[in-house]
């Protein structure tokens, strides 16, 4: 799984340099530099394939660090998850996979609706994600879908979160023009009833939801662990989300669809 991922970052970063390279040769064949300034401008195009040689070559690498690294599945129920290390898989389309700190995959979120003309925007930067209706199922690694959500509004975010069945259960409001230090936003029951205030940094993600009562329910802080847990995780951006497991299944559920989405529409 995480092989696969670097192997996608890999070929990703390969297409783009062609295309960039076409791009720049057809730019110079037409408008070919005559002085020494001209060049040193056409120069700077050097930089993207910098930037996209180094992609490759990492990812290169850490796949053939990983790809003989047997990832083992995770047995831990909804209720049972106290944790989650969420990745960005190398896609178009972008899809989050989880994990255990340890290294055992637990499942992947997955848009599984979204206009045919929103496709090409999302592509080119996913957080415009924020701004536009989708759909997204959380698949566990048997390929069973646990719970979904569904974004909606345009001044503010509406999820509307669903269990295995397909059955409403609750929202998460965020508001998103409002402020642009903090997200603020709130997880409701089914019958709209407030369950939990959320604010979150709106420039690194860090949040530290609690209840009125002050226990914790879930903890984020952008960079705070480069751990190395296992031979998969030994970046230094590996996000990990620590999760109360003393609340309920719909609970989880709600919490983990907000998780899902701040970090579906994240630039990072």
């Known amino acids: ?56 070559v990492m990812s290169r690498y850490k796949y053939q660090k990983v790809k003989e690294v047997d990832i083992p599945l995770s047995e831990r129920t909804i209720e049972d998850i106290d944790h989650v290390v969420v990745k960005k898989d190398a896609t178009f389309i972008t899809q989050l996979l989880v994990f255990e700190q340890t290294g055992c995959f ?30 997204v199922s959380y698949f566990s690694h048997q390929g069973e879908k646990l719970f979904s959500f569904k974004r909606r509004g345009i001044k503010k975010t509406v999820l509307d979160v669903y269990d295995q069945n397909d059955n409403f259960i609750g929202q998460y409001e965020q508001e998103d023009f409002k402020s642009l230090v903090k997200i603020k936003g709130k997880l409701l029951d089914r019958n709209s009833q407030l369950i939990l205030p ?71």
């Open 1 to 56: 799984m995480i092989a696969t991922m670097y192997k996608r970052r890999e070929r990703l970063a390969v297409l783009l340099l062609g295309i960039i390279f076409l791009v720049t040769a057809t730019y110079l064949i037409i408008d070919t530099p005559t002085t020494t300034n001209e060049w040193l401008e056409a120069g700077s195009l050097l930089l993207p394939f910098s930037f996209l040689i180094i992609v490759a």
């Open 106 to 135: 637990m499942g992947t979120y997955r848009l599984t609706s979204l206009s045919w003309w929103h496709y090409p925007i999302v592509i080119f930067m996913s957080s415009f994600l924020m701004f536009l209706p989708f759909n």
């Open 198 to 268: 959320v604010k979150a940094s709106a420039s690194t993600g860090d949040f530290d939801i609690r209840d009125k009562a002050g226990h914790r329910w879930a903890y984020f802080y952008d960079g705070r662990f480069p751990h190395e847990y296992t031979e998969v995780f030994n970046e230094i951006d590996n996000d990990i989300v620590e999760m109360s497991d003393y609340i309920s299944r719909e609970k989880k559920i709600l919490l983990l669809a907000m998780i899902g989405h701040m970090f579906l529409v994240r630039s990072k």
